[in-house]
């Protein structure tokens, strides 16, 4: 039983050592101008990360975002995976996978849940200010200040008129926050 307990906290520490080992051939292969080699070494950063982080009593509610990090690292450098499979086209899922995760969401919640926005709006108050004028506004002044094509200028304001959506509420979901209330909003 004791070589058990002992073995666990080992394998972790070799996690975040293989962590930090990775992360250093990442950057001495990225300051090399090899960047698009590179891509390995942060997947195997983030996952690495993820796992040694899973024997923190601290810093296992990080794991979730690590591994995340570890799934966009991967996609940005290999994208032709995430695109098709086959002759399908993954984007044909986005609007059946987005009315799942809003169902699934929709079923944890009940009446008494949208009571207590109800009982309190300063916080939708608050939150309808952000989202239509203090979002917009850092949107533009974000498109002015970096030097960005007009295009590109164009999408950071949009991206700021528009910044909640089922992403947000996924986020206030899994973070156990109030739901009910940014749905509302």
């Given at each position: 039983?004791?070589?058990?307990?002992?073995?666990?906290?080992?394998?972790?520490?070799?996690?975040?050592?293989?962590?930090?080992?990775?992360?250093?051939?990442?950057?001495?292969?990225?300051?090399m101008g090899k960047l698009s080699e590179?891509?390995?070494?942060?997947?195997?950063?983030?996952?690495?990360?993820?796992?040694?982080?899973?024997?923190?009593?601290?810093?296992?509610?990080?794991?979730?975002?690590?591994?995340?990090?570890?799934?966009?690292?991967?996609?940005?450098?290999?994208?032709e995976y995430f695109v098709r499979i086959?002759?399908?086209?993954?984007?044909?899922?986005?609007?059946p996978l987005i009315q799942i995760i809003?169902?699934?969401?929709?079923?944890?919640?009940?009446?008494?849940?949208?009571?207590?926005?109800?009982?309190?709006?300063?916080?939708?108050?608050?939150?309808?200010?952000?989202?239509?004028?203090?979002?917009?506004?850092?949107?533009?002044?974000?498109?002015?200040?970096?030097?960005?094509?007009?295009?590109?200028?164009?999408?950071?304001?949009?991206?700021?008129?528009?910044?909640?959506?089922?992403?947000?509420?996924?986020?206030?979901?899994?973070?156990?926050?109030?739901?009910?209330?940014?749905?509302?909003?």
């Amino acid at each position: 039983h004791k070589t058990r307990i002992l073995k666990k906290p080992i394998i972790y520490k070799i996690s975040l050592g293989l962590a930090i080992l990775a992360l250093l051939i990442f950057i001495a292969t990225a300051t090399m101008g090899k960047l698009s080699e590179a891509g390995l070494f942060i997947v195997l950063f983030f996952v690495f990360l993820g796992l040694g982080f899973r024997g923190y009593k601290a810093l296992k509610g990080y794991v979730f975002a690590v591994l995340i990090f570890a799934g966009v690292s991967l996609s940005l450098y290999w994208p032709e995976y995430f695109v098709r499979i086959g002759e399908f086209k993954l984007t044909n899922l986005i609007i059946p996978l987005i009315q799942i995760i809003m169902f699934g969401m929709g079923t944890s919640m009940s009446i008494k849940d949208f009571a207590g926005v109800i009982k309190s709006p300063k916080g939708v108050l608050v939150g309808v200010v952000a989202q239509l004028a203090i979002m917009p506004l850092v949107g533009y002044l974000l498109a002015n200040a970096s030097g960005f094509p007009p295009e590109i200028a164009a999408g950071i304001i949009l991206i700021g008129c528009s910044p909640s959506g089922v992403a947000s509420n996924v986020m206030a979901y899994l973070a156990k926050a109030n739901l009910a209330l940014s749905i509302t909003i």
